[in-house]
Nanobody
Framework: QVQLVESGGGLVQAGGSLRLSCAAS????MGWFRQVAGKEREFVAA????????SYSDSVKGRFTISRDNAKNTVSLQMNSLKPEDTAVYFC???????????????WGQGTQVTVSS
């Protein structure tokens, strides 16, 4: 069983930045998803075990950067130029392949709230 623990969420003004981190062990591809209450969870970004492969949703491309430090068992999501529509609970997930769909990830964190005020 893989335990994932997110940190770094909070309240920020539009245009600001936040950095989310996820502590995870094991050789997994890692993804970030987000969910607004009443809506489906949506893909944000993903990174392969090696860190060479990355993928972003169109809505965050150019603003968010996913990275990982395997020596520290940490995956990060640097979020810049935040917009009110980025407000959501952000989840990190671990899976066998770099994917963009929820069912490609087997393990999930509890989520961390990100709120962007206008």
């Amino acid at each position: 069983q893989v335990q994932l623990v997110e940190s770094g969420g909070g309240l920020v003004q539009a245009g600001g930045s936040l950095r989310l981190s996820c502590a995870a062990s094991g050789r997994y591809a890692m993804g970030w998803f987000r969910q607004v209450a009443g809506k489906e969870r949506e893909f944000v970004a993903a990174i392969s075990w090696s860190g060479v492969g990355v993928s972003y949703s169109d809505s965050v491309k150019g603003r968010f950067t996913i990275s990982r430090d395997n020596a520290k068992n940490t995956v990060s999501l640097q979020m810049n130029s935040l917009k009110p529509e980025d407000t959501a609970v952000y989840f990190c997930a671990a899976g066998g392949v770099l994917g963009t769909r929820e069912n490609e990830y087997q393990f999930w964190g509890q989520g961390t709230q990100v709120t962007v005020s206008s």
